[in-house]
T-cell receptor, first 114, second 112 residues
Framework: NAGVTQTPKFRVLKTGQSMTLLCAQD?????MYWYRQDPGMGLRLIHYSVGEGTTAKGEVPDGYNVSRLKKQNFLLGLESAAPSQTSVYFCASSRPGSIINEQFFGPGTRLTVL | DAKTTQPNSMESNEEEPVHLPCNHSTISGTDYIHWYRQLPSQGPEYVIHGLTSNVNNRMASLAIAEDRKSSTLILHRATLRDAAVYYCIPVPGRGGADGLTFGKGTHLIIQP
């Protein structure tokens, strides 16, 4: 099992450009999450999904959109990138009904917006 | 959400035990205490969790104070591969899609 994978690993954008980050998991998990991590900080939740076709806002959703068209994939979109969105983005997944709620994280996407 | 307080950094020698403290005085009675760690340039990974009793697994031990206002993650014999940022996170025990609330964690440095 590959676990959680993220594409791309690195990206540089100019202000105003758009892009989509792809997260894929092969563990058949219902729940998926997108976080961002700024230098020296902990991760903050952007959006999450409890199942195919459903999404919800997290702590810092502004400037991002998400879609969950397939259970195994969770896409994060930036419509008009800003320098404040320079960060490392992590995707995670977990299965419902588990008290442990262990989240499995991907390796991250390092995004720089110039 | 319950707030946590952890030392910014700690240093230890290889093959010695490490005790990583966390204060969570406002934790809810039904919140579990989870620990994650983040190795350099990687995503976080789950380490251990507990509610009231002390817990052991292959990675670490978790000691929880009787009043649940603090806990300590114990690495019994630290190796260089244990150098990471360790996060203590209260998590509601309801099995829902709760995002994890990460603080700044403790940066553990292991000296050879």
């Amino acid at each position: 099992n590959a676990g959680v994978t993220q594409t791309p690993k690195f990206r540089v954008l100019k202000t105003g450009q758009s892009m989509t980050l792809l997260c894929a998991q092969d563990m058949n998990h219902e729940y998926m999450y997108w976080y961002r991590q700024d230098p020296g900080m902990g991760l903050r939740l952007i959006h999450y999904s409890v199942g195919e076709g459903t999404t919800a806002k997290g702590e810092v959703p502004d400037g991002y959109n998400v879609s969950r068209l397939k259970k195994q994939n969770f896409l994060l979109g930036l419509e008009s990138a800003a320098p404040s969105q320079t960060s490392v983005y992590f995707c995670a997944s977990s299965r419902p009904g588990s008290i442990i709620n262990e989240q499995f994280f991907g390796p991250g996407t390092r995004l720089t917006v110039l | 959400d319950a707030k946590t307080t952890q030392p910014n950094s700690m240093e230890s020698n290889e093959e010695e035990p490490v005790h990583l403290p966390c204060n969570h005085s406002t934790i809810s009675g039904t919140d579990y205490i989870h620990w994650y760690r983040q190795l350099p340039s990687q995503g976080p990974e789950y380490v251990i969790h507990g509610l009231t009793s002390n817990v052991n697994n292959r990675m670490a031990s978790l000691a929880i104070a009787e009043d649940r206002k603090s806990s300590t993650l114990i690495l019994h014999r630290a190796t260089l591969r244990d150098a990471a940022v360790y996060y203590c996170i209260p998590v509601p025990g309801r099995g829902g899609a709760d995002g994890l609330t990460f603080g700044k964690g403790t940066h553990l440095i292991i000296q050879p």
